[in-house]
């Protein structure tokens, strides 16, 4: 590209960015999460006017439609609560809507119309037929007793239920949202639908569940690090492992590091993290999932329990590591968090949450040459093993431990080929560039074929 072209692009990037920004005031996470997609697809369809002219891109960053809506419930108090629900349908190019509902105080508008921007490419992703989707509340589970959350649950599905379906839009769980929630969700729209289909993923074993569901995030962004070394030839086995989070994601993740021969010395949560130098196994692993999905408790306390060290109010990128894996949630990771993993001779970042790494993290670990898979890559096992629950229960079957765990492997190791097709650059493997062209292409030309619509 001559400079001239260079400059015309970055122009032409910008100026789709201040529209975009003008569009949508103040969402400055769904910016970010589009800033980055456009810096890598508008100069790959500069030479391709098919889709320059039909304004693919723009349809893209304007989601098929935004739904808000009240949930009122009632506390163990009898007192009256509102909180605001949403659901983002992005784009339902290659599939139904799918994607996971989020359950935190934080939660607004800009958030998930970021996460149903990223879902639409990561699903695209995954070889699989879904469009992309995200929603949830303001609603914190923090606290709220087991009859709290199921009115709340019971609340917010009465007005979902009216906009999803399994050939319409499936949600599944996400940060706050996990088996005892998607349980209280099913049995509400099973309730008010008067009909048993697959709705919503995630579900228990005993009422339509896939096995491997629970595991395929955390195992997806272990296999996907896996394939990166592997290009360098690079094993895990005796490698350090820095992760955030202590979630659904973060757990499982340690858990397939464990089994590959990783030492895994950092978890945390919202208040801290912890730092065990001799590593975590089995049953420390157990300890946290106890510890997370029945008691609910705090990770300091596995400090307490185990003597290991707990940094109040600190992310634990400044542990010495050789890979991290950043499982907890967005812009964890800033450019100062990124310069600290590099000099600590971190080699490769595998992303189990969605949008961790900062603007001006991406740039060093790039300009470092440092492994870096983007979350939508990265993490897309999640909702492969989404995809394949859909298939098992639109057949009534079930299918064994090993084949769906066969099936993963081989999506995330098809995703890693995606990255590398289209992600070819001048210093080698660039895994933004690759996964976004890869996952635009499908969805760009499904969008084509149905003409202005
Ligand atoms: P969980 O609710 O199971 O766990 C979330 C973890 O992150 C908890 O340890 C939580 O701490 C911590 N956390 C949440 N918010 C913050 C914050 N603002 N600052 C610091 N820590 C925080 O969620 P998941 O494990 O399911 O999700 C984690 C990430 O992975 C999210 O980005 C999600 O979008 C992404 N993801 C999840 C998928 C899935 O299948 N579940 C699929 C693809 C992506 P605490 O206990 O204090 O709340």
Redesign the pocket.
């Known amino acids: 590209m001559s400079q001239n072209q260079s400059a015309a692009v970055t122009q032409e990037i910008e100026k789709f960015m201040n529209g975009l920004i003008r569009r949508n005031p103040g969402e400055t996470e769904f910016h970010q999460a589009v800033r980055e997609v456009a810096t890598t697809i508008i100069p790959f369809i500069e030479d391709k006017p098919a889709y320059k002219d039909a304004k693919v891109l723009e349809r893209l960053t304007e989601p098929d439609r935004v739904i808000s809506f009240r949930v009122c419930w009632e506390d163990d108090n009898r007192n009256v609560r509102v909180n605001r629900g949403y659901r983002v349908q992005c784009n339902n190019a290659i599939g139904p809507y799918k994607g ?1 509902l ?1 359950f ?1 105080h ?1 939660v607004n508008l800009g958030t998930l119309k970021f ?1 149903s921007f990223e879902q639409t490419f ?1 699903n695209s992703l995954t070889g699989l037929p879904m469009g992309g989707a995200k929603g949830g509340s303001d609603f914190n589970p ?1 606290g709220k007793s087991d009859h709290e959350v199921m009115r709340f649950c019971q609340a917010f599905m009465t007005q979902l239920s009216r906009h999803i379906g399994a050939d319409t839009d499936i949600p ?7 088996a005892r929630e998607i349980g209280y969700l099913f049995g509400q729209h099973k309730r008010l639908t008067n009909e048993f289909t697959g709705a919503l993923t ?1 579900k228990g074993l005993a009422f339509g569940g896939s096995l491997v ?2 595991e ?3 195992y997806g962004a272990v296999y996907f690090m896996e394939d990166m070394l592997e290009v360098e030839g690079i094993s895990l086995d005796g490698k350090t492992a820095v992760l ?8 499982f993740a340690a858990k397939k590091l464990i089994e590959l021969g990783a030492k895994v010395v950092t ?5 801290g993290f912890i730092y065990d130098p001799t590593g975590l196994d089995f049953d420390k692993l157990e300890f946290i999932m106890e510890l ?2 029945v008691r ?1 408790g ?2 300091s306390e596995y400090a307490d329990h185990f003597h290991a060290q707990y940094y109040e109010g600190e ?1 634990p990128w400044r542990v010495k590591c050789d890979v991290a894996l950043p ?4 812009n ?1 990771i800033d450019a100062g968090d990124a310069k600290a993993l590099i000099s600590n001779g971190c080699i490769a970042i595998s992303e ?5 790494s900062t603007d001006g993290a991406i740039k060093m670990f790039q300009k470092a040459g440092v492994l870096y898979a983007p ?1 939508k890559a990265a ?5 492969a093993v ?1 995809g394949l629950e859909m298939s098992q229960n639109s057949a009534r079957i079930s299918w064994s431990e090993e084949e769906l765990n066969n099936q993963l492997r081989t999506i995330m190791g098809n995703i890693h080929n995606s990255c590398i097709q289209h992600g070819q650059d001048t210093n080698g493997i660039n895994y933004v560039k690759g996964a976004n062209i890869a996952g635009f292409i499908k969805v760009a030309d499904a969008m084509l074929a149905y003409g202005v619509v």
Do not use: F, W, Y
């Not at 599944?172 to 996990?178: K, T």
């Not at 978890?267 to 208040?271: K, Q």
């Open positions: 996971g989020r935190h934080d996460l990561k923090k599944a769980g996400d940060i706050g949202v996990g995630g569901r629970q395929a995030t955390g955030s989070g202590s979630g659904n994601v973060a757990t978890l945390s949560d919202s208040s997370k999905t609910r705090r990770i992310r499982c907890a949630t967005q964890e189990g949450a969605n949008m961790p979350s993490n897309a096992g999640g909702v989404s």
